[in-house]
């Protein structure tokens, strides 16, 4: 065993946990592993100020474990945020399942994450993500009560995929109010890249709103189910930024905006579902601002699916859950103000409105 040990001399070649980039004062990191069920994740909890950390489980063949773990932390630090900037009572947390989803996923590995999630006391509250379903938070459920998103049928609020979408589509609208001077996206080019649960709703309400859809996905019979359904155009993966458009709305896996395409990009709006759209907040964020492209951060109108399960918790009904999500195209016109008031991009506008909501609370609870 100790011949496996890594030397002092070529640990110092590693990159660290505590040395990634995102990691951004995370409370506690969790390694879950059982051979017997094949289990690997991890469970990011980045900060329990508001409230425990609640956030969705992702089931994703992940290259590398270093990989996971720089998802983990990013998306976990996005809970925090998002969290904090819809006024919830929450902190933000994020688990991640090694393996692909479709062939190595059983009920026997979910219960057994499930113990795990159990073991943190409700520090951890879990929820369906990328690669999980409405069936596999019943299944998390018969092992532990930390865990949201379950069905209707067992009391749950059921899958929150439509209400994000529903926040997304308020958020988008409220861009388009800032960027055109009208909200209305009735001949509007809209390009949906991903169009899986959210995806594929936010299309419809598109379609229903009168805008000229075009989508992009990996999954072909999903796109030709899509282009007879909506008569959306198709657009292969490699030519999305050759197109013009109105709104850019990425619905799949994060850091599409990012060095190879952020001056590529041909749009006057950016807003969609997926998490961490920006590959570098910093960098990618002030280029957008100057090229004069409208950015919706994405922590804050993908906020639907956190307020439906987060119902499950407070007990609100689907009335309370639809007017808090209608409130996002208030709180992003709000972001956009102060992006403009001080002069900053409005991923820093929204960071730092979430931020002074956490460190307030910091301070209510010292006195």
């Given at each position: 065993?100790?011949?496996?040990?890594?030397?002092?001399?070529?640990?110092?070649?590693?990159?660290?946990v505590f040395?990634?980039?995102?990691?951004?004062?995370?409370?506690?990191?969790?390694?879950?592993q059982?051979?017997?069920?094949?289990?690997?994740?991890?469970i990011?909890?980045?900060?329990?100020?508001?409230?425990?950390?609640?956030?969705?489980?992702?089931m994703?063949?992940?290259?590398n474990?270093?990989?996971?773990?720089?998802?983990?932390?990013r998306?976990s630090?996005g809970?925090?945020y998002?969290?904090?900037?819809?006024?919830?009572?929450?902190?933000?947390?994020?688990?991640?399942?090694?393996g692909?989803?479709?062939?190595?996923?059983?009920p026997?590995?979910?219960?057994?994450?499930?113990?795990?999630?159990?073991?943190?006391?409700?520090?951890?509250?879990?929820?369906?993500?990328?690669?999980?379903e409405?069936?596999?938070?019943?299944?998390?459920?018969?092992?532990?009560?930390?865990?949201?998103?379950?069905?209707?049928?067992?009391?749950?609020?059921?899958?929150?995929?439509?209400?994000t979408a529903?926040?997304?589509?308020?958020?988008m609208?409220?861009a388009?109010?800032y960027?055109?001077?009208?909200?209305?996206l009735?001949g509007?080019?809209?390009l949906?890249?991903?169009?899986?649960?959210?995806?594929?709703?936010?299309?419809?309400y598109?379609?229903?709103e009168?805008?000229?859809?075009?989508?992009?996905?990996?999954?072909?019979?999903?796109?030709?189910?899509?282009?007879?359904?909506?008569?959306?155009?198709?657009?292969?993966?490699n030519?999305?930024?050759?197109?013009?458009?109105?709104?850019y709305?990425?619905?799949?896996?994060?850091?599409?905006?990012n060095?190879?395409?952020?001056?590529?990009?041909n749009?006057?709006?950016?807003?969609?579902?997926?998490?961490?759209?920006?590959?570098?907040e910093?960098?990618?964020?002030?280029?957008?601002?100057?090229?004069?492209?409208?950015?919706?951060?994405?922590?804050?109108?993908?906020?639907?699916?956190i307020?439906?399960v987060?119902?499950?918790?407070?007990g609100?009904?689907?009335?309370?859950?639809?007017?808090?999500?209608?409130n996002?195209?208030?709180?992003?016109?709000?972001?956009?103000?102060h992006?403009?008031t001080?002069?900053?991009?409005?991923?820093?506008?929204?960071?730092?409105?979430?931020q002074?909501?956490?460190?307030?609370?910091?301070?209510?609870?010292?006195k």
């Amino acid at each position: 065993m100790i011949s496996e040990l890594i030397a002092p001399a070529e640990l110092k070649k590693v990159d660290p946990v505590f040395g990634q980039l995102s990691f951004n004062d995370h409370e506690q990191i969790v390694f879950c592993q059982d051979k017997d069920t094949g289990l690997k994740a991890i469970i990011g909890i980045h900060n329990t100020v508001l409230g425990p950390a609640l956030g969705g489980t992702r089931m994703w063949n992940y290259e590398n474990e270093w990989e996971a773990l720089n998802d983990v932390l990013r998306l976990s630090r996005g809970m925090t945020y998002k969290s904090a900037i819809t006024g919830l009572d929450l902190g933000g947390g994020k688990a991640v399942i090694i393996g692909d989803a479709k062939t190595q996923k059983t009920p026997e590995l979910m219960k057994r994450f499930g113990e795990f999630v159990h073991s943190l006391s409700g520090k951890y509250i879990t929820a369906e993500d990328v690669g999980m379903e409405t069936a596999d938070m019943d299944t998390v459920r018969e092992v532990t009560p930390y865990v949201t998103g379950i069905s209707e049928e067992k009391g749950g609020a059921g899958n929150p995929s439509p209400i994000t979408a529903y926040g997304v589509f308020m958020g988008m609208k409220a861009a388009a109010h800032y960027q055109f001077g009208d909200d209305s996206l009735e001949g509007r080019k809209v390009l949906v890249q991903g169009v899986g649960h959210v995806g594929e709703t936010l299309v419809d309400y598109l379609f229903n709103e009168g805008a000229q859809i075009f989508i992009s996905d990996i999954n072909e019979a999903r796109l030709a189910e899509l282009n007879r359904k909506y008569k959306a155009i198709i657009v292969p993966g490699n030519e999305i930024f050759n197109h013009q458009l109105d709104i850019y709305a990425p619905c799949a896996l994060g850091a599409t905006i990012n060095d190879a395409t952020v001056n590529a990009i041909n749009t006057k709006v950016i807003a969609g579902a997926a998490n961490n759209q920006l590959a570098d907040e910093k960098i990618h964020g002030a280029i957008l601002k100057e090229r004069g492209i409208a950015y919706a951060p994405d922590f804050l109108i993908n906020a639907g699916g956190i307020i439906n399960v987060y119902a499950e918790l407070e007990g609100y009904d689907k009335k309370e859950i639809l007017r808090k999500t209608e409130n996002i195209y208030k709180t992003t016109l709000d972001i956009f103000a102060h992006a403009d008031t001080h002069d900053c991009t409005t991923h820093e506008a929204a960071l730092s409105i979430a931020q002074n909501r956490i460190d307030n609370r910091k301070i209510a609870l010292k006195k």
